[in-house]
């Protein structure tokens, strides 16, 4: 074996990492209208999965303009939570906070074409959410919070 093609299936493994990372990333985003936690749990592993690429050399960190500002409202709310009158409590309401590791590993992973592709998946999913709910609306009279399936 020879050192081009070492090198060759080096880059073919974190392509495929870069592949599987941007597919968890839409599974997250297909998944978050009817499962949150079944969303968050592909986010974690599109997470890792985009950790492992930047470790190995296949990826760089990059982050938007916005995300330092963003951290800082993090660690706001953060320390907010810890000074509350039940921090326990005010802590574990703050998980949604892990939504906003996200924007580093999509805007990394959903570039170029890719974009477009994400849009799709979210507009798709929120036409079929906003289908569904017109039709239990619609033809299950679920006109009231009360009545809606859990």
Do not use: C, K, N
């Amino acid at each position: 074996m020879t050192s081009a093609s070492l090198s060759l299936a080096g880059a073919r493994e974190g392509l495929d990492l870069d592949r599987v990372a941007y597919g968890l990333i839409l599974a997250s985003t297909a998944t978050v209208q009817f499962s949150p936690s079944a969303s968050q749990g592909l986010l974690l592993a599109a997470l890792i999965a985009w950790g492992v690429l930047i470790v190995r050399g296949g990826a760089r960190f990059e982050s938007p303009p916005f995300w330092l500002p963003m951290l800082v409202y993090v660690g706001l709310t953060l320390v907010s939570s810890m000074f509350s009158i039940d921090p326990m409590r005010s802590l574990d309401r703050t998980r949604q906070l892990t939504w906003f590791l996200a924007v580093p590993a999509v805007y990394s992973l959903a570039r170029g074409s890719r974009v477009a592709t994400v849009l799709t998946v979210i507009l798709s999913v929120g036409a079929l959410s906003a289908t569904v709910g017109i039709v239990q609306f619609a033809t299950l009279h679920y006109d009231s919070l009360g009545q809606r399936p859990v």
